[in-house]
């Protein structure tokens, strides 16, 4: 079994349940943990035999910019897409960070974790 991590991708988006966020925005930072069966690409070292960072990060990409109250959905649409444009994974888990949340309190940042 072997984990592919993809860490600390950074996108603008819009979620939030305030009618400021929508027209503001704010930053999110996304974490994926792909787990499955890459001894192919371990042995033949090509990239067809594997999970291609670039698709990986267009999907998150894609799921962000679609506007979401909560960040559960977000990463409930990612962690499907992912899933289902790469049927070598085995097992994922995607973590949808909001830096800076406005709560009326001095918070870093909350996070939702998916497991599929």
Not at 4 to 33: F, K, S, T
Not at 62 to 72: G, N
Not at 73 to 85: G, H, M, Y
Request: with cysteine; hydrophobic share 40%.
């Amino acid at each position: 079994m072997y984990t592919i991590n993809i860490r600390g991708i950074c996108i603008y988006a819009y979620h939030g349940c305030l009618p400021e966020e929508a027209i503001v925005g704010g930053d999110y930072v996304v974490n994926i943990a792909l787990h499955g069966n890459f001894s192919k690409a371990a042995e033949s070292d090509n990239l067809e035999d594997t999970v291609d960072y670039v698709d990986v990060f267009e999907i998150v990409k894609k799921e962000m910019h679609i506007r979401s109250k909560l960040i559960e959905p977000v990463a409930r649409r990612i962690a499907e897409n992912l899933k289902t444009s790469f049927p070598s994974i085995h097992k994922l888990s995607v973590e949808v960070i909001k830096k800076n949340p406005p709560i009326g309190g001095d918070v870093d940042e909350v996070s939702v974790v998916v497991e599929l």
